[in-house]
């Protein structure tokens, strides 16, 4: 009820495209609940597949796990599971300048505003996408095979979560369940860098008594970092670029970044793979504009000061969410990511 009636609140104040967004929204997260059923009788029905009863159970051990290690209540979340018609959930469109690396940002009344949407029906994504190439902007489109609601509802486990391995999923999970527990209100990216952060740091922990396996999953972490880390300063480079050239138009912006991709970006992608040896050289896999830029740096941008930081205090993970937590609840300024890494 609570949520019906912020629901009407932000449809009076929201615009046509706005009310449109949300209905659709809200119509798919309640068939996403709707269709979720008891993980019990799930994992009692003969028709469902040996392997994804297996992964369910995986999930509620990582479940488990997490709320142990917080000392926090376990909730209802991932206690049901909803099987989907498609690979992923949503699809997330993101749009920037054609001369700068910013994503811009779509804002509601009474939740705050965030650098792109995500939109459970991939005609409508591709729809907005178009609307918005039509103006000066660049875009980005992606599938998303997880998002928390932040403890609005209490979310279900996804089919689409089946496809990750054990490692991954342990990640995807507390990556998850740490916005349940910890979320910054318009602080899109800080509330990312920090589940993505505290999501691989946990899933190290878990499997820390795997001393083979861990050792194996933090070199490929580590090799997976540094390709981040470049990714991020290059990001930087072009920023640089665009800065001091001011492209007037899309064609200038469009060439600027094509001298960029093919002089710097790429090939300086594919030399960190080739030295690292990396069986997947996911970089490559993107279409790099401003928009996918932008969209990276919405989960990466800050990972390298928190994890300074981390070292910095000498403290261990759990002390470590605890000091961010109290220093959130002191917090009295306007920009807390900002000021938090003054520290």
Avoid at 18 to 27: A, P, R, S, T
Avoid at 62 to 87: A, I, Q, V
Avoid at 167 to 175: Q, R, Y
Avoid at 238 to 265: A, C, H, T, V
Wanted: glycine fraction near 4%.
């Amino acid at each position: 009820m609570k949520w019906i009636l912020l629901l009407f609140s932000i449809l009076n104040f929201s615009s046509c495209t706005k009310f449109i967004y949300i209905i659709e929204q809200g119509q798919g997260q309640l068939s996403l609940l709707h269709k979720a059923k008891d993980n019990d009788k799930i994992l009692r029905d003969v028709t469902i597949l040996p392997k994804h009863k297996d992964k369910i159970r995986t999930i509620q051990n990582f479940k488990d796990y997490f709320y142990r290690y917080f000392n926090l209540k376990p909730t209802r979340t991932y206690s049901k599971t909803s099987f989907l018609n498609r690979d992923a959930v949503t699809y997330l469109v993101i749009a920037s300048p054609h001369n700068k690396i910013q994503a811009i940002d779509h804002c509601f009344p009474f939740l705050g505003c965030f650098p792109y949407l995500g939109f459970f029906d991939p005609k409508s994504a591709h729809e907005f996408r178009k609307d918005l190439e039509k103006g000066d902007y660049v875009t980005y489109q992606r599938p998303v095979y997880a998002y928390s609601t932040t403890g609005y509802f209490n979310d279900p486990i996804l089919s689409s979560f089946f496809r990750y391995k054990d490692f991954d999923l342990a990640e995807l999970i507390f990556h998850e369940l740490f916005h349940t527990i910890f979320f910054i209100k318009n602080e899109v990216d800080l509330n990312e860098n920090l589940a993505n952060y505290f999501g691989r740091q946990l899933a190290l922990e878990y499997f820390q008594k795997d001393k083979e396996f861990r050792i194996k999953i933090k070199n490929e972490a580590d090799k997976v970092e540094n390709l981040k880390r470049y990714i991020v300063e290059g990001t930087s480079r072009l920023q640089n670029i665009y800065e001091k050239r001011s492209p007037k138009g899309k064609k200038e912006s469009e060439l600027i970044l094509k001298d960029f991709l093919d002089n710097d970006f790429i090939p300086g992608v594919k030399s960190i793979c080739a030295k690292q040896k990396m069986k997947r050289c996911f970089a490559l896999e993107r279409k790099w504009n401003n928009a996918s830029f932008s969209a990276y740096l919405t989960y990466e941008k800050d990972s390298e000061e928190i994890e300074k930081l981390h070292r910095k205090l000498k403290l261990s993970l759990f002390d470590y969410f605890k000091y961010i937590k109290m220093a959130y609840e002191k917090y009295e300024g306007e920009n807390f990511s900002k000021d938090f890494f003054k520290r």
